[in-house]
């Protein structure tokens, strides 16, 4: 799934219905901060590692170069670039 370009403040959740990986991509120039604070490289997409249903992200617009999470259920990691 790939996310919009990042704006401060935008929020955006992804949810899993299924026992499914989900890929979350954000743009080339975009990083995510993890839970726990851990900045991924600009690029670098996350995903769901436990796989399972009703496995959830939220992410915050939080600078002009990133997204935070502000909320997870489930294992989410690096999932490196595209």
């Not at 955006?12 to 991509?25: E, G, H, K, L």
């Not at 991924?40 to 009703?54: F, H, K, R, V, Y």
């Amino acid at each position: 799934t790939d996310l919009p370009a990042v704006e401060i403040g935008q929020t955006v959740c992804f949810v899993s219905t299924t026992a499914a990986t989900i890929i979350i991509d954000p743009n080339a120039s975009d990083g995510i901060i993890l839970e726990g604070g851990t900045r991924l490289t600009d690029g670098n997409t996350i995903e769901n590692t436990s796989a399972a249903a009703d496995d959830y992200v939220c992410l915050i617009g939080d600078s002009a170069a990133g997204w935070r999470t502000m909320g997870v259920k489930g294992t989410w990691a690096d999932g490196g670039a595209t």
